[in-house]
């Protein structure tokens, strides 16, 4: 999908423009996508659903994207899903979509998350170049707008003030994997989180049968993320192991 530079089209997407309805179980595999005011792998607006959908790019993994390489180019508002998101996307994917962001914004699943709109479960890899706002899951986010559960290995321009989840902005931001690493960003968000970093290393404490071990809450840092576990509620910890329990005081875990 190609439009003017000097005159892009509205709203553009392999699928649909603007959707309104719902679009489910498709796969698309992005050659070019370029200067429209909106623009999506899926949909340039999404108003409705789009649902378990694939984007597929050719992103190499290696090189850093520029204008003449990536499939998505512009400086609208842009994302491998959805240039606008005023809906919900669900359990959807964007696979080593290369962008480069030509003074405009742009998400690996969505370009912008409007209010009361949903990103849930959905899975981003790739890369993108240039100058702008960008996020590996929302380039920007409004206030009341929900994205969780989502996983984003994406490479993004440096910028310490932007987040590797949600690019600008704050939004109802739960339970979100990412990679420092990867994106070259030290926070999730632009609130300073580093919540769900896969990057940080785990810790593995061994306790033999029998045995008991105090380990100080401050041993926990917060970069870790939440995780639950069957028998415990504590952020930062998972157990493993038959007949496993544990306490938890003020300052420390038995």
Do not use: H
């Not at 699943?109 to 702008?132: D, Q």
């Amino acid at each position: 999908v190609a439009t003017s530079e000097s005159n892009p089209t509205s709203s553009a997407g392999a699928v649909a423009g603007v959707n309104n309805s719902q679009i489910k179980d498709c796969a698309v595999s992005l050659a070019s996508l370029a200067y429209a005011k909106q623009s999506g792998g899926i949909a340039g607006v999404n108003a409705g659903e789009i649902n378990n959908c694939s984007v597929n790019g050719t992103y190499d993994g290696k090189s850093a994207v520029s204008k003449s390489d990536a499939v998505i180019t512009g400086n609208g508002t842009m994302g491998a899903v959805a240039g606008i998101n005023n809906g919900k996307i669900l359990s959807c994917s964007a696979n080593e979509i290369s962008a480069f962001v030509d003074g405009g914004v742009y998400g690996s699943i969505a370009g912008f998350a409007a209010e009361a709109s949903t990103i849930n479960a959905c899975v981003a890899t790739g890369a993108a170049g240039g100058k702008g706002v960008a996020g590996g899951i929302a380039g920007r986010a409004a206030k009341d707008s929900t994205i969780t559960n989502n996983v984003a290995f994406v490479s993004l321009p440096a910028d310490m003030a932007r987040g590797a989840v949600i690019g600008e902005g704050e939004a109802i931001a739960e339970n979100n994997l990412w990679s420092s690493e990867i994106s070259g960003r030290f926070v999730a968000y632009q609130s300073g989180s580093k919540l769900g970093d896969m990057t940080a290393s785990l810790r593995v404490v061994a306790i033999n049968a029998g045995e008991s071990k105090k380990l100080n809450l401050s041993a926990f840092g917060g970069e870790w993320g939440a995780v639950s576990s069957a028998a415990t509620d504590i952020a930062g910890v998972s157990l493993a192991g038959a007949g496993v329990e544990m306490t938890k005081s003020e300052n420390a875990i038995t």
